[in-house]
């Protein structure tokens, strides 16, 4: 237990180096602070220990150590009834044997606040009221996260957890359920942790970000920070930034196979790092387009997949690049499979992420 | 599709033979235990029949038996509920010996066990001896017979239980204590309510168990006699034609139950029983 730590005054949510073990994974000194009314994302790839490390916040699972604290309180002994925090989980984990209603009651019931009619407020402004009497079995996956949701928000919690509500929806439930969780999260005055391993609901429900990779977490700050400069190989990736290859600094330039990059940014010299690029803002044409350029390179254009929104196409070259593309510019462009193209990086397009200095060689 | 469905399908040959050893090896078993009870119902009259189950000692036999296997099926639920639950929801060290134990009975001989009881239940036994000083005697009396029956038929409830315990999402608990219930709530309302088939099914069939004990209740507790130790004294005093009346009363009553217990646990019924109990 870190003893150093002092609650804060503001009525938001706190952990300090807070360790949990599930099985043989490992959760580290985890450090996280989530506003009143803003929504924090975690971000990380399945396994990274997102939903181990809400459980623990919860109290659904025991912390090893750290501290987890809510509104200035200190909550990381208590059991999870006496919280107050309301989590919906993955599938909704409606409870099959109770209605529609019976769920959202439950919390209440549960805490001898039955009287209120907090549950009918919430089934109808979730747009539930005529499936009040159903049982959970009868419902779609998109129906039963908005259950999830009201039974959440029932008992007025501190603070929400949600985890990765709509990853089992499919993609028309998932559009839908996305927009109302935006309206419904910018009302709340608590703070939200919205666990996903999608950056596109990361980026749209989250104020602020932090991202998870085997255990720890990598990056936090706000949704804007982290996407434009993630510091982090896993944490470029997981933002869809792809890797351009590794390469030696000098005097402000690196070079990767045919490509040489010019830096903006103080020159250190002789530092190795990894480069990244974002796909949709290389630049590809017949000539070279552009004066202001980190570097440009010719290229065989190898496939082009008419994905949407963005066509996606494969050149061949050393590095080998991937650019998204309007379809609008993929006609205008009028590029064919195997034709030849310049490749234009703006400054804008690349991500640096410096290596740490290798050990000085041993005589 | 259906698997009847499949199997009758276009593949030819080897779905025929398939399917016809199926019935035909599936059918020679249902044979083989329906043809001694058909024999033993036709061979008793109506009229020894109705004489046999009006006669004190069968009708007082099959009383204490329907009796007690009812008390051994409530006791092996009461105990048997928490165990299970531990077994299936929780991780502990020696939770596989411990399952194994449970098990122990299904593999040990009946009149064995008896053996073993009557060392532990007996008069002079580690739990007999001091229970007799408190005026509860093991060795001949119900308190014998309904502890024969729970230790031969202990294991059913307890896997029962287990098993529908095992089929419960655990996040549903979790989900439960997050919206403020303590573990009792949170097991009253929602796992219990989702785990009463099983927990039904497993009593019924500590229930049939208990009833068709022999072995191990006529060690322990040769008097006062159940049904099926009635019916053995009857065959060896009287032969075969007196037990085989007898016989037919025992296997009436309870078939008669355990149809009736087995349908209530497994059907319909259920449905609202499982909301009731929220």
């Not at chain 1, 796909?279 to 387009?289: F, S």
């Not at chain 2, 066990?113 to 060795?139: D, K, M």
């Not at chain 2, 785990?195 to 004990?213: C, P």
Request: glycine fraction near 10%.
């Amino acid at each position: 237990m870190s003893g150093s730590t002092v609650p804060p005054i503001e009525p938001g949510l706190m952990v300090r180096e807070l360790a949990v073990r599930a099985g043989t994974f490992e959760l580290r000194a985890v450090d996280l602070d989530v506003a009143a009314g803003r929504v924090l994302a975690l971000l990380g790839p399945s396994g990274s220990g997102k939903t181990t490390l809400i459980e623990a916040i919860a109290g659904l699972r025991p912390a090893r150590g750290g501290t987890v604290h809510l509104a200035g309180r200190n909550l990381t002994l208590l059991p999870p009834e006496r919280r107050r925090i309301g989590v919906v989980f993955q599938d909704g984990a409606l409870f099959p044997n109770l209605t529609v209603a019976e769920n959202v009651r439950f919390g209440l019931r549960a805490r001898g606040e039955a009287g209120t009619d907090r549950a009918g407020m919430l089934l109808r402004r979730l747009g539930l009221a005529q499936l009040a009497d159903r049982s959970p079995r009868s419902l779609s996956g998109g129906e039963a996260q908005r259950v999830a949701l009201a039974r959440a928000l029932a008992i007025q919690p501190r603070l929400l957890l949600l985890d990765e509500p709509l990853s089992a929806l499919d993609q028309p439930a998932r559009e839908e359920l996305r927009g109302t969780l935006q309206e419904l999260l910018a009302e709340l005055a608590i703070p939200a942790v919205y666990v996903t391993h999608d950056r596109t609901e990361a980026l749209t429900l989250g104020d602020d970000l932090a991202v998870m990779v085997n255990g720890s977490l990598r990056r936090t700050g706000t949704a804007r920070e982290v996407a434009a400069s993630p510091g982090d190989p896993a944490v470029a990736r997981l933002l869809g930034w792809l890797e351009l290859g590794r390469g030696t600094l000098s005097q402000g330039q690196v070079r990767i196979g045919q490509l040489t990059l010019t830096l903006p940014g103080p020159a250190s010299d002789h530092r190795r790092a990894d480069l990244f690029y974002r796909p949709e803002d290389v630049l590809i044409g017949p000539d070279n387009p552009q004066a202001v350029a980190a570097g440009c390179y010719a290229a065989r254009v190898e496939r082009i997949i008419p994905a949407t929104p963005l066509a996606v196409i494969s050149l061949a070259a050393t590095p080998a690049v991937t650019v998204l593309l309007l379809h609008r510019q993929l006609k205008q462009l009028g590029l064919q499979e195997g034709a030849r193209v310049n490749v234009v990086f703006p400054p804008e397009a690349l991500h640096v992420i410096p290596l740490a200095d290798p050990p000085e060689p041993q005589p | 599709m259906s698997m009847a469905d499949a199997a009758s399908g276009p593949r030819g040959w080897p779905s025929g033979g398939f399917e016809a050893a199926l019935w035909l090896l599936g059918g020679l078993l249902v044979a083989f235990i329906i043809l001694p009870v058909v024999r033993l119902t036709t061979t008793a009259s109506a009229a020894s029949v109705r004489h046999a189950a009006a006669a004190g000692p069968v009708r007082d036999a099959t009383l204490l038996s329907l009796q007690d296997a009812a008390i051994a099926a409530v006791a092996a639920t009461v105990l048997g509920v928490p165990l299970a639950y531990l077994l299936a929801a929780r991780r502990f060290p020696g939770r596989g010996l411990v399952q194994a134990v449970v098990d122990l009975p299904l593999a040990v001989p009946h009149t064995v066990a008896g053996i073993a009881l009557l060392f532990t239940f007996g008069r002079a036994g580690w739990i007999g001896a001091p229970a007799g000083h408190l005026g509860v005697s093991f060795y001949g009396s119900q308190w014998g017979i309904v502890t024969a029956m729970l230790f031969v038929s202990a294991p059913f409830a307890v896997n029962s239980c287990r098993v529908a315990f095992e089929a419960i999402d655990p996040k549903l608990e979790r989900a439960a204590r997050s919206l403020g219930a303590t573990p009792w709530l949170a097991f009253r309302r929602v796992t219990l309510p989702l785990a009463v088939r099983g927990v039904l099914t497993g009593a019924v069939l500590v229930y049939a168990r208990s009833i068709s004990e022999f072995g191990a209740v006529v060690i322990l507790a040769y008097y006062p006699a159940t049904a099926p130790v009635e019916i053995y004294n009857l065959f060896l005093q009287s032969g075969l034609t007196q037990s085989a009346a007898a016989a037919v009363v025992l296997l009436t009553v309870a078939l008669a139950t355990f149809l009736v217990l087995r349908t209530l646990a497994s059907g319909r019924l259920l449905v609202r029983f499982d909301r009731a109990a929220y």
